[in-house]
């Protein structure tokens, strides 16, 4: 359990990181991102002890993500891409990623294999959940634009 707050709170650091690297200022955006990206890495943790593989966990953690980061960035008026970008650096696969390119060098194309199918499986398990997310967010905007001007239009 501890070693699981920590991984949360150095991925929170380093999405601040990031957004403070990226230029992000004021503590809204700044609030969001780091509760986005502590929420994002306990689902992952949570999906992968639940006994699903990396790239479930990975889905379902940028799903979270991307929902958050388009519900935050309507409610404190700010891009969304802002928020999104910073909030998935802890989702990067960076170790997998590590290891897939050491295994390449080694020249074990066995777990070369293996390891590139996993960290490409995780990156358009990121993809997937970003996409989603933001497919959903548009369509409620849609329905919610064409229906708020019939809700309020005066009856005859």
């Known amino acids: 359990m501890q070693a699981e707050i920590i991984q949360t709170a150095m991925g929170v650091v380093g999405s601040l990181g990031f957004a403070l690297l990226f230029g992000i ?8 991102i780091a509760l986005g990206s502590g929420i994002g890495w306990v689902v992952y943790l949570v999906s992968v002890a639940g006994g699903h593989g990396k790239a479930f966990g990975m889905l379902a953690s940028s799903l979270v993500i991307a929902i958050c980061s388009e519900v935050t960035a309507r409610l404190i008026k700010t891009p969304v891409i802002l928020l999104l970008v910073p909030m998935l650096i802890p989702e990067i696969p960076g170790g997998d990623l590590y290891y ?27 993809a997937l959940g970003i996409i989603l997310a933001s497919y959903a967010a548009g369509l409620i905007n849609n329905i919610y634009r064409h229906v708020r001007p019939c809700a309020h239009s005066p009856h005859k």
Do not use: H, W
């Open 100 to 126: 897939t390119m050491y295994s390449l060098i080694e020249g074990d194309s066995a777990k070369f294999a293996s390891l590139l199918q996993l960290v490409l499986a995780e990156a358009g398990a990121i």
């Open 25 to 32: 200022r004021g503590t809204k955006p700044l609030g969001c």
